[in-house]
């Protein structure tokens, strides 16, 4: 009985060997492939995680000398993330706080770089957008109007459909282009939610070039009822 047994797991062993010739370097590769995907996935994350705490700890950084006014040192700071973490949200909120004090403090041309590096770099679509209408607005201060409406045609995030309309008719009324400007407030005004307070001003720009939306309401039921 013993014999037969042995014989037996001999027979198990033999087949486990021949199994493991044909089949071992395949296994074995398999599992140095899943093994070595799982510590990288780990490694990635590790990673993601040591960025962003050293991108958070930059931003605080220059977040400070932005409360305090120091423009040339947002600047650096700004410069080192965008270097560093180009790909970090954070460091994109950077790029705009960094504008802010470079506006604040007259340094327009900084100001238009520090936006165009977010409108070209940002990696969602709302926070490009955002720094559109924020360079918008710095290029129409220069009297650039027509770099700004360019700016602007690149704005595409549905949420700002609104503002951007508006921002679009400050530019056209600068350049005294009455009717264009009435046109995007209009739009502007049509596309803001009504329970937004920032609608009443949309409106009483509409109001300051004779085209209050109340009262183009009204001139439209008189004419109707005239007919």
Not at 12 to 25: I, P, R, V
Not at 111 to 122: Q, R
Not at 151 to 167: C, G, K, S
Request: proline share 2%.
């Amino acid at each position: 009985m013993a014999t037969q047994l042995d014989l037996q797991e001999q027979e198990q062993l033999d087949a486990l060997k021949a199994f493991w010739k044909k089949q071992g370097n395949l296994i074995t590769w398999t599992l140095v492939l899943v093994l070595g995907g799982f510590a990288a996935w780990n490694g990635w994350n590790y990673w993601q995680r040591d960025q962003g705490v050293k991108a958070g700890a930059m931003f605080e950084e220059l977040d400070r000398a932005a409360a305090a006014g120091d423009a040339d040192k947002t600047t650096l700071v700004f410069a080192d993330m965008r270097q560093r973490f180009p790909k970090a949200p954070i460091t994109q909120q950077a790029g705009l706080t960094a504008a802010k004090v470079q506006v604040d403090k007259g340094q327009a041309d900084a100001a238009k770089a520090s936006l165009t590096w977010v409108a070209e770099n940002g990696v969602e679509d709302e926070m490009r957008t955002i720094a559109r209408l924020r360079l918008a607005a710095v290029l129409a201060d220069a009297q650039q109007y027509d770099e700004g409406l360019k700016v602007l045609d690149a704005a595409t995030a549905p949420e700002f459909t609104a503002l951007v309309a508006d921002r679009r008719g400050d530019i056209f009324m600068a350049q005294g282009k009455k009717a264009e400007a009435r046109s995007a407030w209009q739009a502007a005004y049509a596309a803001m939610d009504a329970k937004v307070d920032y609608r009443r001003l949309i409106e009483a720009k509409l109001s300051s070039i004779g085209a209050a939306p109340g009262a183009a309401a009204a001139a439209g039921a008189a004419s109707g009822a005239s007919k």
